[in-house]
């Protein structure tokens, strides 16, 4: 009971205008993870490992590359790895995952920050999201200056996310997490990149955190001597199993007990490690019967805190833990502010980023007036041309084709890098994925608006098209659907693919819609063979010539045939819809038509990146089947 007490107290003393949390104890047994390896098998990642990390101290796992230290951490935070086998306790009872993501944050090695926005910015999107009504404005504006003091980020307060050094970033992606106080936090290496005095002030800061009432558990690559003996408890893999649990300094004697003499003013930390290479012989079976697998802690630190529990008799270990249960189970960790809420921080955030990235709206409101004036410059004057009605034709295409290819493009750039922004966000459960993607839609769509107006008024003047403000809305609105669902394709391709692939698949996608929507003019619809009927269906890009061709030439008079042209044979518009085939299009079909394909492209890119995110029972089935095929078949 004092132990709740005083961590919490700690908790409160640092922490005063967050929520308090209760302390969290991990412990592990058995746990065993393998990967497939095709026709070689599988390979055995953890073989039955077992351990604890309890509330109030700093935790390293260490290990050789490939040892299996990520994986543990990941396994442990819920965050990969589903087919791990073995039991997870929390506080002495059955982990429920789905709880204890709400109380734990895992912040990965790289150092993912939103850009554009200064560190105060971060801070006070990250609480509002976080904390939502849970504090006042003012006292969320304090909770951000004690963290920001705290990880000694006060300095950098209106520095823009850009400009902040590697060091300041580790800590700034910790000072994220820590908004709404979680209990538990998962680090993977937060050292890695650092010089040595950032690494240093970084494992200090997380000291004085798990201090704090906090368990803090992180995976780390070689540290110093002096960062080894911060350490309160140390968890060292090798080939899947623990050779070492227990305080840091004490791995020396441990390995003298196993005929193992580390040498003087040798970091124990690299001896460790290459003992566990086999540097110096194999002695693996050795430290791990020692140690057996982490059911034992050793050191000198572990069996005082042995010998202090068994000072305390059996009725008052079993209350604590009691209380422990009860307090967990009765704390609330749903602060967050509401769907409403949450799209509108978002959409805000998305607007700010994209105004303050000035070089990059510059570039595009440039490459529309450039676009359009070539393009209008190109189709000078032929809109009401008698002897250029095919031209006109080609104009309209032409027209699609640009806002095919202009709005899906920086998609494809930007949002494989956004969705490891959202993995980091999503999983720390910042928003809910619908609140995120609906801001996302809606963000976008009056720079699309803006600058599809800009467009169209340029090429729609220069083409001498009829002025008639219906024909011109009908005209906009077309181009407008054929933008946004251009847009909602890219990212239906990028939300699932790397930048590299994305940009190949993407403008390759586009290809079968620009042949379909032209297939089979002036031929006879009935010439047309039934499967290219059918994916003639599926081309948005044909609904929107249509929809053009329908809102600019039907329905207006005879054109004029210029003097210096001896015959124009499409003067008449009605007679040349008839000879293209398209005199039973109807404009508002085409216009539904293309808003349902949007709507399918922009769910369907939701549906696959929420099952990125978190995949259900029939998505998991699938990759395994996939796995199996890739390495059983294609593998051969």
């Known amino acids: 009971m004092d132990r709740v007490e005083n961590m919490q107290g700690n908790s409160s003393n640092s922490m005063c205008y967050l929520?308090?949390?209760?302390?969290?104890?991990?412990?592990?047994?058995?746990?065993?993870?393998?990967?497939?390896?095709?026709?070689?098998?599988?390979?055995?990642?953890?073989?039955?490992?077992?351990?604890?990390?309890?509330?109030?101290?700093?935790?390293?796992?260490?290990?050789?590359?490939?040892?299996?230290?990520?994986?543990?951490?990941?396994?442990?935070?819920?965050?990969?790895c589903r087919d791990a086998t073995g039991s997870i306790m929390i506080n002495g009872k059955a982990r429920n995952l789905k709880q204890f993501r709400k109380m734990s944050r895992y912040i990965m090695q790289e150092d993912l920050i939103q850009p554009m926005l200064t560190v105060?910015?971060?801070?006070?999107?990250?609480?509002?999201?976080?904390?939502?009504?849970?504090?006042?404005?003012?006292?969320?504006?304090?909770?951000?200056?004690?963290?920001?003091?705290?990880?000694?980020?006060?300095?950098?307060?209106?520095?823009?996310?850009?400009?902040?050094?590697?060091?300041?970033?580790?800590?700034?992606?910790?000072?994220?997490?820590?908004?709404?106080?979680?209990?538990?936090?998962?680090l993977d290496e937060p050292t890695t990149g650092l010089d040595d005095l950032s690494s240093s002030q970084c494992i200090m800061l997380l000291k004085k955190i798990a201090e704090g009432?906090?368990?803090?558990?992180?995976?780390?690559?070689?540290?110093?001597?002096?960062?080894?003996?911060?350490?309160?408890?140390?968890?060292?893999?090798?080939?899947?199993?623990?050779?070492?649990?227990?305080?840091?300094?004490?791995?020396?004697?441990?390995?003298?007990?196993?005929?193992?003499?580390?040498?003087?003013?040798?970091?124990?930390?690299?001896f460790i490690i290459e003992v566990c290479c086999q540097e110096y012989g194999d002695f693996h079976d050795r430290m791990v019967s020692v140690i057996d697998n982490g059911r034992c802690k050793y050191g000198t630190k572990a069996k005082e805190e042995k010998l202090h529990e068994v000072s305390l008799d059996s009725s008052t270990i079993s209350l604590v833990k009691e209380e422990n249960a009860a307090e967990l189970e009765s704390c609330n960790f749903d602060y967050d502010s509401g769907w409403f809420s949450q799209f509108g921080i978002l959409i805000m955030r998305m607007w700010l980023q994209m105004w303050r990235d000035r070089s990059y709206l510059l570039l595009r409101c440039v490459l529309y007036i450039l676009i359009g004036c070539v393009i209008g410059t190109l189709y000078l004057g032929m809109g009401q041309d008698g002897s250029k009605t095919l031209f006109n034709f080609g104009f309209y295409f032409t027209c699609l084709i640009f806002f095919m290819y202009i709005p899906m493009m920086p998609v494809l750039l930007q949002f494989p890098k956004e969705v490891q922004l959202l993995k980091?966000?999503?999983?720390?459960?910042?928003?809910?994925?619908?609140?995120?993607?609906?801001?996302?839609?809606?963000?976008?769509l009056p720079l699309q608006i803006i600058l599809g107006t800009l467009y169209v008024l340029i090429v729609y003047l220069l083409t001498d098209q009829p002025l008639e403000p219906c024909r011109m809305f009908m005209f906009f609105v077309v181009c407008i659907l054929t933008s946004i669902t251009s847009e909602s394709l890219g990212l239906l391709i990028a939300s699932q693919l790397n930048l590299v692939n994305a940009m190949f698949v993407g403008p390759v996608a586009t290809v079968p819609f620009m042949l379909l929507a032209v297939y089979g003019f002036g031929s006879g619809y009935d010439t047309i063979p039934t499967l290219i009927k059918i994916a003639m269906y599926f081309s948005y890009l044909r609904y929107s010539l249509e929809g053009l061709i329908s809102a600019m030439l039907k329905g207006r008079q005879k054109l004029n045939c210029p003097d210096d042209e001896d015959f124009c044979i499409y003067t008449d518009l009605n007679f040349f819809i008839q000879e293209m085939g398209m005199e039973n299009t109807k404009y508002w079909v085409d216009v539904l038509a293309l808003v349902c394909i949007f709507l399918l492209f922009r769910s369907s890119s939701y549906y696959l990146l929420r099952q990125r995110l978190s995949p259900n029972k029939t998505f998991l089935a699938l990759q395994y089947i996939g796995r199996f095929i890739k390495s059983h078949i294609v593998g051969r």
């Open 120 to 186: 105060e910015e971060c801070m006070m999107v990250a609480a509002d999201l976080k904390l939502g009504r849970l504090l006042k404005k003012s006292e969320k504006l304090k909770a951000i200056d004690e963290i920001l003091d705290l990880l000694r980020l006060s300095n950098t307060k209106y520095t823009s996310t850009n400009r902040l050094s590697g060091g300041e970033r580790k800590r700034l992606s910790i000072a994220l997490e820590l908004l709404n106080n979680p209990p538990v936090l998962f």
């Open 424 to 444: 980091r966000e999503h999983f720390n459960k910042w928003y809910r994925l619908s609140a995120y993607f609906t801001a996302l839609t809606a963000s976008t």
């Open 213 to 270: 009432g906090r368990t803090i558990i992180c995976s780390i690559h070689t540290p110093s001597a002096r960062l080894f003996s911060v350490f309160d408890n140390v968890y060292i893999i090798a080939s899947g199993q623990c050779v070492y649990q227990g305080y840091g300094p004490e791995v020396v004697p441990f390995l003298s007990n196993i005929g193992i003499e580390c040498p003087k003013h040798y970091n124990p930390a690299d």
């Open 19 to 80: 929520p308090k949390r209760p302390p969290i104890d991990i412990e592990f047994q058995d746990l065993t993870y393998t990967v497939p390896q095709g026709r070689k098998g599988s390979k055995l990642i953890l073989r039955s490992i077992s351990g604890e990390f309890k509330s109030g101290q700093l935790n390293a796992i260490l290990g050789p590359s490939g040892a299996g230290k990520s994986t543990l951490l990941n396994i442990l935070a819920g965050y990969k």
